[in-house]
Antibody
Framework: QVQLQESGPGLVKPSQTLSLTCTVS??????????WTWIRQHPGKGLEWIGY???????YYNPSLESRVTISVDTSKNQFSLRLISVTAADTAVYYC?????????WGQGTLVTVSS | EIVMTQSPATLSVSPGERVTLSCRAS??????LAWYQQKPGQAPRLLIY???TRATGIPARFSGSGSGTEFTLTISSLQSEDFAVYYC??????????FGGGTKVEIK
């Protein structure tokens, strides 16, 4: 079954850009019909859906983050990425990459990103 | 955006007991609801969707019910590995997906 693994800096300074990559294995990111998704979880809190990229092109972002977020895909590396600009302490969270649209069956293990100077 | 509300926030239960968790949607979502289980340090795991279809590999002691705005997740006989946080999530009006705040099932 498909596996996902997040990677990227664990510490980002306020006002800078958070960049994470999700590497997909045991499956092609080019396979049609899948939503490649990012979800985050603030420490000790619930889950917040960030957005997806679909069919290697179409994107949709949570309106609460839309002005700051970009999700892109690199099919040659079987990866997709999250970019969040102008971060603040409120963006400190565990970030999960996942595969799923209406329901999310496959998740990465998550990576903690702390925003601090 | 549809707001999902779960109750109670915490449930103290003894192993072997029957457990019922509730989830309410702020507006009609038909049967478009899923449940997830999350253990400390782990990603959530999809349990149930639709709202009564178990995901692959999920034991039969987990069952879901409801439609419209009121939903329930039942664990018929709580096992030690079931102590976790449970989230509901709607997919009726998406994107975005929205999740409830979670119910923590802890050992009594």
């Amino acid at each position: 079954q498909v596996q996902l693994q997040e990677s990227g800096p664990g510490l980002v300074k306020p006002s800078q850009t958070l960049s994470l990559t999700c590497t997909v294995s045991r499956g092609s990111i080019n396979s049609g019909g899948y939503y490649w998704t990012w979800i985050r979880q603030h420490p000790g809190k619930g889950l917040e859906w960030i957005g997806y990229i679909y069919n290697s092109g179409s994107t949709y972002y949570n309106p609460s983050l839309e002005s700051r977020v970009t999700i892109s895909v690199d099919t040659s590396k079987n990866q997709f990425s999250l970019r969040l600009i102008s971060v603040t302490a409120a963006d400190t969270a565990v970030y999960y990459c996942a595969r799923g649209g209406t329901t999310v069956a496959y998740w990465g293990q998550g990576t903690l990103v702390t925003v601090s100077s | 955006e549809i707001v999902m509300t779960q109750s109670p926030a915490t449930l103290s239960v003894s192993p072997g007991e029957r457990v019922t968790l509730s989830c309410r949607a702020s507006q009609y979502i038909s049967s478009n609801l899923a449940w997830y289980q999350q253990k400390p340090g782990q990603a959530p795991r999809l349990l149930i969707y639709g709202p009564s279809t178990r995901a692959t590999g999920i034991p039969a002691r987990f069952s879901g019910s409801g439609s419209g705005t009121e939903f329930t997740l039942t664990i018929s006989s709580l096992q030690s590995e079931d102590f976790a946080v449970y989230y509901c999530q709607q997919y009726h009006d998406w994107p975005p997906l929205t999740f409830g705040g979670g119910t923590k099932v802890e050992i009594k």
